[in-house]
């Protein structure tokens, strides 16, 4: 039987990617092309879901008075990381699109996205986390089957082809993407790529990319990620064309949804 230790170091060996810990490596890529602020370094934690388990933190359903940042919804019991889990709407608690927890909904309309996350699967046979494209896959009858179910933008077809259409508006930029082993992918570009051309640079990495959805865009997009007392993953967006465009933020904005992740 293989250690903890052991599986660490095994993974530690996998190219660019650095285990943190069991079933979550984190990979730093820079981008081939160069973004007009910042590093152009792409980051990708990428975690097993057989080991870890996600689920929907929302401030709504959880009945705080307050929306929290990203490293403030690390410090729920047993979450080791956090994304966005959709962009939200203008009374900073409702996603715009779809969104539950168990028999919790934050939002309960169906727009026309084409993206679903899906984790916490009801019966056996069913992958332990997905993103199911509505126009490959049959999504309303997965739905039901899955405690956490998150909609948003697709950002590239069941042909791995990049659906974003170019356009000259550019930001920081979060999305979450499955890779052709069934692994999670939290993606977070600090840089302001237009999101056309962050899709092509994903398509070029060694990301085996399957799936890919938008979470969010600006300063607020954020992904943190603390193994024990170790910091291992902290960004934060800050550029948007039209709204912030600078690359000064510092802070982690407060949230009002994330896709959590932590040790089954």
């Known amino acids: ?44 934690v990428r975690v097993d879901p057989r080991l870890h388990h996600f689920r929907l933190l929302s401030s709504a359903l959880l009945k705080k008075p307050a929306n929290a940042t990203a490293p403030e919804w690390v410090g729920e019991p047993g979450v080791m990381g956090v994304i966005n889990a959709s962009m939200y709407r203008q009374d900073h608690r409702t996603s715009v699109a779809y969104l539950r927890q168990d028999a919790g909904v934050n939002n309960g309309t169906w727009t026309k996205d084409r993206a679903v996350f899906l984790a916490g699967p009801a019966r056996t046979g069913l992958p332990p986390a997905q993103i199911a494209d509505d126009t490959c896959q049959d999504v309303p009858a997965l739905v039901p089957a899955y405690a956490t179910v998150a909609q948003n933008i697709r950002m590239i077809d069941c042909q791995r082809r990049n659906v974003w259409a170019q356009q000259p508006r550019r930001w920081s930029t979060a999305c979450v993407g499955a890779d052709g082993s069934g692994r999670v992918l939290l993606i977070h570009a600090r840089s302001p790529f237009t999101v056309h051309d962050l899709v092509d ?64």
Do not use: H
Not at 23 to 28: A, M, S, Y
Not at 208 to 235: F, I, N, Q, T, W
């Open 1 to 44: 039987m293989i250690t903890a230790t052991a599986a660490l170091v095994l993974l530690a060996a996998a190219g660019p990617w650095q285990a943190v810990a069991p079933g979550v490596e984190v990979g730093r890529f820079p981008a081939a092309r160069k973004a007009p602020l910042g590093d152009s370094v792409i980051t990708v």
């Open 201 to 264: 640079e994903l398509l070029g990495l060694p990301l085996d990319l399957r799936r890919l959805m938008y979470v969010e865009g600006g300063p607020e997009a954020s992904l943190y990620v603390k193994v024990g007392d170790r910091v291992v993953v902290s960004e934060m967006g800050s550029f948007e064309t039209g709204f912030r465009e600078a690359d000064d933020n510092r802070v982690f904005w407060p949230l009002p949804n994330m896709l959590a992740f932590g040790p089954r």
